[in-house]
Each structure stands twice: as structure tokens, then as C-alpha cells.
């Protein structure tokens, strides 16, 4: 019997976590079967579906992409998301990572200042039901702190530096995984966490990812 295009992807998606995501260091089964349940070429173009599964960054709009698989699983690895934890997911895009999270928080919400980006993520969670998850439109810089604070803080791109309206929504214990990169080509996957009225930051592996937009070098900003 000849496999159907639902057939091929699902072989994709194991794929992907077996070849791209167990060997660079991803070892959380939950995070695994969440990428591995959720339909990552849904997320994507039509005419890029084939590559829906590839090791690369793939763009979904304008100077907008899904991060490379194995980028995002670890930098939610390093987030340790947990069962009850409030996500913010900042860029989500046509809402690919908020439906992998919604899989392994309490609650996701996604900000997305592209409004047909903003529409078709909300089409698809609902299109999936996931019922614990929200995308609302706004600004990437800004957040959105009347939902906060959060558990967990996600950047989907690289940014100069991790913004400081942003730390501030963290609940107490709270982290904010992101890629760093300022004037370098390549840069630095970073979880910051809040603790009291301090945040401490741990360099977790070199990354390179496309710039989340919207994002200059604020004033107060945190390297």
C-alpha cells in the first residue's frame, strides 16, 4: 500500500527528533513527543511543506521563520517547561512553538505583531484544538504584561540583547530563553532567570538563528 502525504510527514516528524533533536543533546521525552505530535508543515507555506522537516530555519513570511527544530527544543529544554507554568511566547508566528508548548504548559500566549500571521495561528491552534493556548497581536518589544508574569519567556529569533520590559514580566523563578546576537554572525542561546529583584543569566550552546523584528538596543538592557 502506497503511503499517503499524512503517512510521510508523521515519518518525518520522527525523523526529525531522532536524527536533528536526540543527538544534539535534546533528552526530554516530553518535549520529544510534543515535536513529534504536532504538524509542523501545517506551520509552513504550501509550497514549502516538503521541507517542513528540515534542519533549518524555514520563512513563513516576510523576514519572519519557524526556528530550526533542534534550536527551539533546546532552548525549551533549557526552560524546563512544567505542567502548570504560564507561557509567553513572543513572535510565535503562524504558531508552531505555541502549539508544541500548549502541549507541556498550563497556558500559552502568543504575541504576533503580523495580523495575518496573528489570524492564520489562530485558525490552525483552533483548526488542532488546542484549547490552552491564545494568540494575541502586539508589539514583540512590549510583551504583554497585563497576562503576566510568566513561568516561562520564549523569543522566537535572535535579539541584541534580552529586553528589559520583557525580564520584567517574569513571575518570581521565572526564565527567558532566547539567542543572543548583537554585531556577531553567529550567537548564544541564553536563559535568564528571575530571582527576587535580580536576574541571572547561563550561556547554553552557540546558536545561529534569523532576528526576531521589532527589537533595538533598548536602554535598559540586559547583555
Same mark, same amino acid.
Given at each position: ?6 503517512? &510521510? $510527514?508523521?515519518?518525518?516528524?520522527? &525523523? ?6 536526540? =543527538? ?13 505530535? +504536532? ?5 509552513? =507555506?504550501?509550497?514549502?511543506?516538503? +521541507? ?18 533542534? +534550536? ?20 510565535? #508566528?503562524? #504558531? ?14 502568543? +504575541? ?27 508589539? $514583540? ?53 528571575? &530571582? ?8 547554553? $550552546?552557540?546558536?545561529?538563528? =534569523? ?13
Amino acid at each position: 500500500m502506497a503511503m499517503t502525504n499524512s503517512d &510521510h $510527514f508523521t515519518v518525518a516528524r520522527r &525523523h526529525m527528533v531522532a536524527s536533528q533533536l536526540r =543527538p544534539n543533546k535534546v533528552t526530554d521525552d516530553r518535549l520529544a513527543q510534543a515535536m513529534e505530535q +504536532v504538524p509542523r508543515e501545517m506551520f509552513v =507555506p504550501k509550497s514549502l511543506r516538503g +521541507v517542513a522537516y528540515l534542519d533549518e530555519d524555514i520563512e513563513i513570511a516576510d523576514g519572519r521563520y519557524l526556528m530550526e527544530p533542534m +534550536v527551539l527544543a533546546r532552548l525549551l529544554q533549557a526552560a524546563d517547561v512544567r505542567g502548570d507554568d504560564i507561557v509567553l511566547d513572543v513572535g510565535c #508566528g503562524s #504558531g508552531y512553538s505555541t502549539a508544541v508548548i500548549a502541549r507541556l504548559a498550563g497556558t500559552v500566549v502568543g +504575541v504576533e505583531s503580523d495580523s495575518a500571521l496573528a489570524a492564520r495561528a489562530t485558525d490552525l491552534l483552533t483548526d488542532l484544538e488546542v484549547d490552552n493556548a491564545a494568540v494575541v497581536e502586539g508589539a $514583540f518589544d512590549a510583551g504583554l504584561p497585563d497576562q503576566g508574569p510568566y513561568d516561562i519567556i520564549l523569543l522566537n529569533g535572535a535579539v541584541p540583547a534580552a529586553p528589559a520590559a520583557l525580564l520584567d514580566q517574569l513571575a518570581e523563578g521565572g526564565r527567558l530563553v532566547a539567542v543572543i546576537r548583537s554585531d556577531q554572525p553567529t550567537g548564544l542561546a541564553i536563559r535568564f532567570s528571575r &530571582h527576587g529583584d535580580g536576574v541571572s543569566r547561563k550561556v547554553l $550552546f552557540d546558536a545561529t538563528c =534569523p532576528p526576531l523584528p521589532g527589537f533595538e538596543m533598548p536602554t535598559g538592557f540586559v547583555f
